[in-house]
């Protein structure tokens, strides 16, 4: 009976290592929209329905439309991809080609989208993995963390030890920390809280201030940190 027991902890551990391995394959885009404010609704509609389509398509493993608490005008798109071959094939989908045209004219400034790969994430089964939505009633956070060159090291590892401990946190449904592809000292934060008390106890957090402690001399621009909640 031990040895079954150590089998199947083996197997598990396993299925565990092989699942977070692939999940250093997968694409990561983040992008930013922001629409006339006399447009958000007919924005929003159009982004729901392409991620709607879009969470049909092969290789989409989380597809997610935020809306920015206080800027109902401004919106946030978390994409995860199977592989960059999936996340390319998205792009020249039919149904996306066909909202970029539509909603440009909407648009007060150009679409911002940034493709990302991963730098320190949860494992895949983190809230809102299955079927590309997030948890109801918990509030996002994506913050722009921008270092100067000569400090990418040590900002990055400063950010990979924020996420490890974030994710300890008890109402902390996810912290993934991203890297620009083309600008690899520009990272983002995604996270995913609870409720405004989880927010305001993670930001009290001792982990937390020394990050801020840390991160102060090498910024390169603004902490740029938005709250969000999920738009469907």
Known sequence: MKIVRFLLGCTCLSFGLIETGHAADYAYVVSYIEAAPAAKDQAADMLRRL?????REAGSIRFEVLQRIGYPDQFAVLEVWDNVKAQEAHGGAAHVQLFREKVKPLLRAPYDE???????????????????????????????VDVIPKGKDE????????????????????????????????MTLVEMWKDQKAVTAHSAADHTKQFRDKLGPLSGALFDERFYRALD
Request: glycine share 10%; proline share 6%.
């Open 51 to 55: 991620a709607n389509l879009s969470r």
């Open 155 to 186: 900002g990055t590892e400063a950010v990979k030890q924020l996420s490890t401990a974030s994710r300890k946190e008890p109402n902390a449904l996810r912290f993934d920390s991203l890297t620009q592809t083309s600008r690899p000292n520009h």
């Open 114 to 144: 940034r493709p990302h790969i991963p730098l320190s994430v949860g494992t895949a089964d983190a809230a809102g993995a299955k079927g590309g939505k997030g948890a109801k009633g918990a509030i996002y956070a994506v913050t722009h």
